[in-house]
């Protein structure tokens, strides 16, 4: 079984920045890509952004382009997402996830259901 473990998590105001990591381990990784997740109170997961092993290929959430980067470090196993301009709407508890099926456009990449492997959370809060 891989283990997901999330970090950089913390509380900024609004327009800062924060880079969160997510390295796996346990076994060796055979998934297609990598997604980050975020879910607030009360509501359902939502995507974020994903990323192709192979080729590096990028997907992301209307809602996170021109702020939101996601990059992997194939050597370490790991997927980051840094995140700028961020605004209370980003607040949410955000999940790393690794993908079962090629991520072979968004419609695939945005959902929950293309990942077998998920990470325990890390908190982002950002105060107005």
């Known amino acids: 079984q891989v283990q997901l473990v999330e970090s950089g998590g913390g509380l900024v105001q609004a327009g800062g920045s924060l880079r969160l990591s997510c390295a796996a381990s346990?076994?060796?990784?055979?998934?297609?890509?990598m997604g980050w997740f975020r879910q607030a109170p009360g509501k359902e997961h939502e995507f974020v952004a994903a990323i192709r092993w192979r080729d590096g290929i990028t997907y992301y959430a209307e809602s996170v382009k021109g702020r939101f980067t996601i990059s992997v470090d194939n050597a370490k196993n790991t997927v980051f997402v840094q995140m700028n301009s961020l605004d209370p709407e980003d607040t949410g508890v955000y999940y790393c996830?690794?993908?079962?099926?090629?991520?072979?456009?968004?419609?695939?990449?945005?959902?929950?259901?293309?990942?077998?492997?998920w990470g325990r959370g890390t908190q982002v809060t950002v105060s107005s």
């Open positions: 996830a690794g993908a079962s099926i090629p991520l072979l456009g968004s419609a695939v990449a945005s959902t929950p259901r293309a990942y077998n492997y």
């Open positions: 346990g076994r060796t990784v055979t998934n297609f890509g």
